[in-house]
């Protein structure tokens, strides 16, 4: 797939795009009127439909049951007999579950060989060999009933001025923590929690409880739990309530900004990047644009030994095959269907499916299923080795392209991500997005310059460029590769400097 020839103003050669020789639909580059006269590949289709931007429109004759075809790969089937120049979406695609003969990795795939030059960058060395692009204090909550003085704690450093070196209190509150059924959800609950508190982008942390909830703060100071020396525990029951517990924390927070203050960035080489790769609000660009681009960086982190993680479970259905072949050995590939296997039982038992999954925004930006949605998300994992998959909120310390299990829904998504150690998240976007998290850095990328233009002070990086001809896809993903360099150096992302602080753990069990 090439767009570099692609001008800022449509014509009849590149007013539709065409990803793959086997597709029977293209890509409106811009909204093109019925009756326009385009070229795809040679051939000169007048359009019978007005199409929107970003959406499908037929290349060739395409009879009623045919498969239709995107990236090469088969996004549903045609409902009615439709000639060429016709607009291609729910209206007349049907989505169809796929089944597919795996090709599973016969072989163990090695680690390429690390490169003699590494690029750096300055960052939080931690005892534990993690490094951290931010140094903050965190203050959790174990429950909800904990979670508005955890607020407060925070919002009371506001206006002061903070020593040298320590980012901010930030407060990670939530509504979870109590009427929880005991086992796999508080399991779950307690490793995301535990992941906020113990993460290299924080330098010490306070966790806070009422005191009688079902999450009881002593799961994370007991005997074997790590950086207790960096932890400190309250209850609003055996503290006093809510203002002696913010005083109480406020003593304790003014003992942690003393050590915090003497940890300084030191040079680090760029393998100690842990990135989340997300996406959310997308539309047709997102596979064309901003999720190639941010697959080029993937793919050069994974030369340097640096993670990436592409997570969404739900976004990788109907493209699960295409990471199966990718996988590092067989027993990579199987859990990772066995966490689409067990994430459609879990929505068939609330009466939904994978197809659930695009927004009315998605579709109104030309994703007409999940399968198209999918094969354009994964693009944000590059072309490298799936070293490993891994549980939502599960520590990540395999270097290279690696997945996660989780929701669709980005908060919960992101929240899952940092809570396995990323200490750099980047989010792609179509419709527009204007998520952060209160501990990682969020780079936004826009996939178009519409977009771009209309949340300039929420966008990062405008990747929109490469459907306008301004830059090719290698060039927009080392671009987003440099800026991780600036960022995780200190350089505030954009959801940074607006204080966005989205933090929602993934709650699977019933209410009790």
């Given at each position: 797939?090439?767009?570099?020839?692609?001008?800022?103003?449509?014509?009849?050669?590149?007013?539709?795009?065409?990803?793959?020789?086997?597709?029977?639909?293209?890509?409106?580059?811009?909204?093109?009127?019925a009756g326009q006269e385009v070229e795809v590949d040679g051939r000169a289709i007048t359009l019978l439909d007005p199409v929107p931007a970003g959406h499908k429109v037929s290349l060739r004759p395409i009879a009623s049951g045919d498969r239709v075809y995107r990236y090469g790969q088969d996004i549903g089937q045609a409902t009615a007999t439709l000639e060429p120049?016709?607009?291609?979406?729910?209206?007349?695609?049907?989505?169809?579950?796929?089944?597919?003969?795996?090709?599973?990795?016969?072989?163990?795939?090695?680690?390429?060989?690390?490169?003699?030059?590494?690029?750096?960058?300055?960052?939080?060395?931690?005892?534990?060999?993690?490094?951290?692009?931010?140094?903050?204090?965190?203050?959790?909550?174990?429950?909800?009933?904990?979670?508005?003085?955890?607020?407060?704690?925070?919002?009371?450093?506001?206006?002061?001025?903070?020593?040298?070196?320590?980012?901010?209190?930030?407060?990670?509150?939530?509504?979870?923590?109590?009427?929880?059924?005991?086992?796999?959800?508080?399991?779950?609950?307690?490793?995301?929690?535990?992941?906020?508190?113990?993460?290299?982008?924080?330098?010490?942390?306070?966790?806070?409880?009422?005191?009688?909830?079902?999450?009881?703060?002593?799961?994370?100071?007991?005997?074997?739990?790590?950086?207790?020396?960096?932890?400190?525990?309250?209850?609003?029951?055996?503290?006093?309530?809510?203002?002696?517990?913010?005083?109480?924390?406020?003593?304790?927070?003014?003992?942690?900004?003393?050590?915090?203050?003497?940890?300084?960035?030191?040079?680090?080489?760029?393998?100690?990047?842990?990135?989340?790769?997300?996406?959310?609000?997308?539309?047709?660009?997102?596979?064309?644009?901003?999720?190639?681009?941010?697959?080029?960086?993937?793919?050069?982190?994974?030369?340097?030994?640096?993670?990436?993680?592409?997570?969404?479970?739900?976004?990788?259905?109907?493209?699960?095959?295409?990471?199966?072949?990718?996988?590092?050995?067989?027993?990579?590939?199987?859990?990772?269907?066995?966490?689409?296997?067990?994430?459609?039982?879990?929505?068939?038992?609330?009466?939904?499916?994978?197809?659930?999954?695009?927004?009315?925004?998605?579709?109104?930006?030309?994703?007409?299923?999940?399968?198209?949605?999918?094969?354009?998300?994964?693009?944000?994992?590059?072309?490298?080795?799936?070293?490993?998959?891994?549980?939502?909120?599960?520590?990540?310390?395999?270097?290279?392209?690696?997945?996660?299990?989780?929701?669709?829904?980005?908060?919960?998504?992101?929240?899952?991500?940092?809570?396995?150690?990323?200490?750099?998240?980047?989010?792609?976007?179509?419709?527009?997005?204007?998520?952060?998290?209160?501990?990682?850095?969020?780079?936004?990328?826009?996939?178009?310059?519409?977009?771009?233009?209309?949340?300039?002070?929420?966008?990062?990086?405008?990747?929109?460029?490469?459907?306008?001809?301004?830059?090719?896809?290698?060039?927009?993903?080392?671009?987003?590769?440099?800026?991780?360099?600036?960022?995780?150096?200190?350089?505030?992302?954009?959801?940074?400097?607006?204080?966005?602080?989205?933090?929602?753990?993934?709650?699977?069990?019933?209410?009790?």
């Amino acid at each position: 797939m090439s767009l570099v020839s692609i001008a800022p103003t449509p014509t009849a050669q590149n007013a539709v795009i065409l990803l793959h020789p086997k597709d029977n639909v293209g890509i409106a580059r811009a909204s093109l009127p019925a009756g326009q006269e385009v070229e795809v590949d040679g051939r000169a289709i007048t359009l019978l439909d007005p199409v929107p931007a970003g959406h499908k429109v037929s290349l060739r004759p395409i009879a009623s049951g045919d498969r239709v075809y995107r990236y090469g790969q088969d996004i549903g089937q045609a409902t009615a007999t439709l000639e060429p120049g016709r607009w291609m979406h729910t209206h007349n695609v049907r989505f169809e579950e796929l089944s597919f003969d795996y090709e599973f990795p016969t072989a163990e795939v090695p680690l390429p060989p690390l490169p003699a030059r590494v690029p750096t960058f300055l960052g939080y060395q931690r005892e534990d060999g993690r490094v951290g692009t931010r140094n903050y204090i965190a203050v959790v909550a174990a429950s909800n009933c904990a979670a508005h003085t955890a607020e407060l704690i925070a919002a009371s450093y506001v206006g002061e001025k903070l020593p040298a070196n320590v980012d901010g209190i930030v407060a990670f509150p939530h509504g979870e923590g109590c009427g929880h059924s005991i086992g796999p959800d508080t399991i779950q609950l307690q490793r995301t929690l535990s992941g906020v508190l113990n993460h290299p982008n924080v330098s010490a942390a306070i966790i806070l409880g009422l005191g009688c909830e079902v999450n009881q703060i002593d799961h994370y100071l007991g005997k074997g739990a790590p950086r207790t020396d960096r932890l400190a525990g309250f209850t609003l029951q055996t503290s006093g309530g809510t203002i002696a517990t913010v005083e109480a924390a406020r003593r304790e927070i003014a003992r942690m900004m003393e050590r915090a203050t003497e940890e300084k960035r030191t040079e680090v080489p760029a393998s100690k990047i842990v990135l989340g790769l997300n996406c959310g609000g997308s539309d047709s660009f997102s596979g064309i644009t901003a999720n190639p681009a941010l697959g080029v960086t993937s793919d050069l982190l994974a030369e340097i030994h640096a993670s990436s993680v592409l997570a969404e479970t739900t976004e990788i259905f109907g493209a699960e095959h295409l990471l199966v072949k990718r996988a590092r050995n067989r027993q990579v590939a199987e859990r990772l269907l066995e966490f689409v296997k067990n994430y459609k039982e879990y929505l068939v038992r609330m009466g939904g499916s994978f197809n659930d999954n695009p927004s009315p925004g998605n579709k109104e930006g030309g994703l007409t299923n999940i399968l198209e949605k999918s094969l354009g998300a994964v693009a944000k994992a590059g072309c490298t080795t799936l070293n490993e998959a891994v549980d939502y909120a599960e520590r990540i310390t395999m270097p290279g392209f690696v997945f996660m299990n989780t929701p669709g829904y980005d908060p919960v998504s992101l929240t899952g991500l940092a809570a396995g150690g990323c200490n750099l998240i980047a989010f792609t976007t179509g419709r527009g997005s204007a998520i952060g998290f209160p501990s990682v850095p969020v780079i936004k990328i826009a996939t178009n310059q519409a977009m771009y233009n209309r949340m300039k002070d929420n966008m990062d990086v405008n990747a929109g460029r490469i459907a306008e001809g301004e830059a090719t896809v290698a060039q927009v993903g080392q671009e987003i590769f440099d800026l991780l360099l600036r960022v995780a150096s200190g350089e505030r992302t954009c959801a940074e400097r607006l204080g966005h602080k989205e933090f929602v753990p993934w709650r699977i069990g019933p209410v009790m």
